[in-house]
């Protein structure tokens, strides 16, 4: 399951590894398994609950959504999803991937991607140097995997994990 490392540097070092002994070397996103993806692939696909075709998917999440060790009252450590010299992009790399791999497996590939990425809260000890806001856009593209009939369908998604005004978590309000 992804992330493969914690870094660019862990990573690396696996695959050459995994190179060095003939291995095939794959990131899983097992969210496809889960029951409720598969619940929602039949309710699109068989029950069509949406109709013969989708023209338009909005995901928005804010707030940390408890994520990840982020519901802790220990405000002198920051997990290391949060810690750019660890993960590489926060929370945004570590939950949106998911967001996407399913809009791909229910609908069809993205296509015409397009997206603003912000540090919309600012640098402290208590607060992570990762990016904390995205905004993206995009179309599906032709596949014969979609759930439903999906090809052009617009694609919007906003994941802000940013602080509010005092300094707390957006999904606490």
């Not at 097992?30 to 338009?56: F, I, M, N, P, Y």
Request: hydrophobic share 35%.
């Amino acid at each position: 399951k992804k992330p493969c490392g914690r870094c660019a540097w862990e990573t690396r070092a696996m695959v050459e590894e995994v190179h060095a002994r003939n291995i095939e070397f794959y990131p899983a996103y097992v969210s496809r398994a889960h029951e409720r993806t598969q619940v929602l692939r039949k309710l699109l696909g068989v029950d069509k609950v949406c109709g013969e075709s989708v023209t338009s998917i909005k995901y928005t999440q804010r707030g940390s959504s408890l994520a990840r060790g982020l519901d802790s009252d220990n405000s002198n450590s920051i997990p290391w999803r949060l810690v750019a010299k660890q993960s590489g992009g926060g929370l945004i790399m570590d939950m949106g991937c998911h967001v996407l791999d399913r809009i791909d497996y229910l609908f069809g590939p993205l296509e015409n991607v397009k997206s603003t990425v912000l540090r919309k809260g600012v640098s402290s000890a208590s607060y992570p140097l990762v990016e904390d806001h995205v905004a993206m856009t995009a179309t599906i593209g032709e596949c014969n995997w979609s759930a439903i009939s999906s090809v052009g369908a617009t694609v919007e998604c906003v994941w802000d994990f940013s602080p509010n005004e005092n300094g707390s978590d957006t999904s606490s309000n």
